[in-house]
């Protein structure tokens, strides 16, 4: 072998540090960027419904669904691989295509700026257009550094068993996807999480508040006593002349009067359904609704509905709903932000946030004729950051069994009488 083809083999110390130090960066990047969208699946798909929507192009949800879930799958697999070591040729060419296109888009949106951020984190780190730019440009400089260099560097597993690794990463992030869809996300980065009273418990009487509105680009402010019509949307309240901080504050309407601190109750239980798109309620969930209404009256509690809608929907609702229940007005983005769903659900007691989690996972049957059996809504709690940690903790050690048996030479063993009985076979 001629001496000049020697750095190939056998990098230097500085290239092995740099190599590893770029494979944990740009890894954690994608990783916690792959998660993130996968956790709040639903988040995700209102960030690229919001991006559609700038565009003027419509798509069906389930399609949104599925762009979602591969995007997200990809970038927390692609980061693992990078990470760990595996497919050392191959991840970077596929990180390098991915941000082939994210990088002119995060130009475009750094030049246009038609959303406030571009989501590439969900909730959990909220980007400017800007930073999220340079974020891109020193990701791919890394990217190409890596494109050169990456292959020279050994991984963590050798070849034969690296398609496992990645399975187990892919059906890991897979499952934490799954239950942000059907159940809630089992991270919290919002302004409502389990734990927290919905509104503040000490409120000033006094204060007067502005009301911000937006309508075709135009935001304009005004007071309690001039609300615009519903074709203006809800953007935020503020306190007149106070500086507040920057979280999303539930605000309730009854005929466009503030009725928040009088519907939502500081004392008992209370079950708040949201519906944050009208056009997607489904009218066949209204009989679990009423059996929810039964329940939670039968333990002296209360349910109520929130809608995003005129008073024209909000009518039509509890005509097909046949609601024995109040329904009242809230905007649409602090009910996305409040539960994830459809038809999500807010179970609270003495006005703090117990549980959430979408209608489609509560089961009607446990509710029919139920109402002498306490506790139903206390079964329906879930704790999500510890089922976060029990599934992390459970790939960690497959990960790290994968790796004591691959190092001991297990695996290569396996893996050549496979490939043996296989040959003999034939």
Do not use: H
């Not at 083999?9 to 916690?32: E, H, Q």
């Amino acid at each position: 072998m001629p001496a000049e083809s020697a750095p190939m083999d056998k990098p230097s110390l500085r290239t092995r540090i740099i190599v590893w130090s770029l494979r944990i960066i740009v890894g954690a990047v994608f990783i916690i960027s792959g998660f993130a969208k996968a956790d709040d699946i639903y988040g995700f798909i209102f960030k690229i419904e919001e991006y559609l929507d700038v565009w003027g192009i419509s798509q069906p949800r389930s399609l949104v669904l599925v762009g979602a879930m591969a995007l997200s799958m990809a970038e927390f697999v692609f980061g693992c691989m990078l990470l760990l070591g595996c497919y050392r040729r191959v991840i970077i060419w596929l990180m390098t295509l991915i941000m082939s296109g994210m990088l002119p888009l995060t130009v475009y949106l750094f030049i246009t700026d038609p959303v406030p951020d571009c989501g590439c984190f969900g909730d959990f780190l909220i980007l400017s257009n800007g930073a999220t730019f340079l974020k891109n440009i020193l990701i791919t400089v890394a990217l190409i550094y890596l494109i050169i260099y990456n292959k020279r560097v050994s991984g963590l597993f050798g070849a034969y068993i690296q398609w496992f690794v990645a399975t187990m990463c892919a059906t890991y992030i897979f499952i934490i996807g799954m239950i942000g869809y059907f159940l809630q996300p089992l991270v919290d980065f919002r302004s409502f999480p389990v734990g927290e009273f919905l509104i503040a418990r000490e409120t000033d009487t006094d204060t007067e508040f502005e009301f911000i509105y937006e309508k075709e680009g135009e935001k304009k402010t005004f007071s309690m006593d001039n609300l615009p019509d519903s074709s203006w949307t809800f953007i935020e309240r503020k306190p007149v002349g106070e500086i507040v901080a920057d979280k999303t504050e539930l605000i309730v309407l009854e005929d466009g009067e503030d009725v928040t601190e009088e519907v939502i109750a500081s004392e008992g239980d209370q079950l708040l359904i949201l519906i944050p798109d009208y056009s997607r309620a489904d009218v066949s969930n209204t009989y679990l609704l009423n059996l929810l209404d039964n329940y939670m009256k039968s333990q002296e509690g209360s349910m109520m509905t929130l809608v995003a809608a005129d008073s024209g929907k909000i009518e039509e609702w509890k005509d097909l709903s046949m609601a024995d229940y109040p329904v009242y007005y809230a905007e649409s983005t602090t009910l996305k932000e409040m539960a994830r769903g459809i038809m999500p659900a807010v179970f609270l007691r003495d006005g703090k946030i117990m549980w959430k989690r979408t209608t489609v996972s509560i089961d009607s049957d446990l509710f029919e004729n139920a109402e002498e059996t306490p506790g139903l809504m206390d079964s329906l709690a879930f704790d999500g950051l510890e089922a976060a940690l029990y599934l992390t903790l459970a790939l960690i050690a497959i990960l790290q069994v994968i790796f004591f048996l691959d190092r001991s030479g297990r695996f290569l063993a396996w893996s050549i009488k496979i490939r043996k009985k296989t040959q003999s076979l034939k």
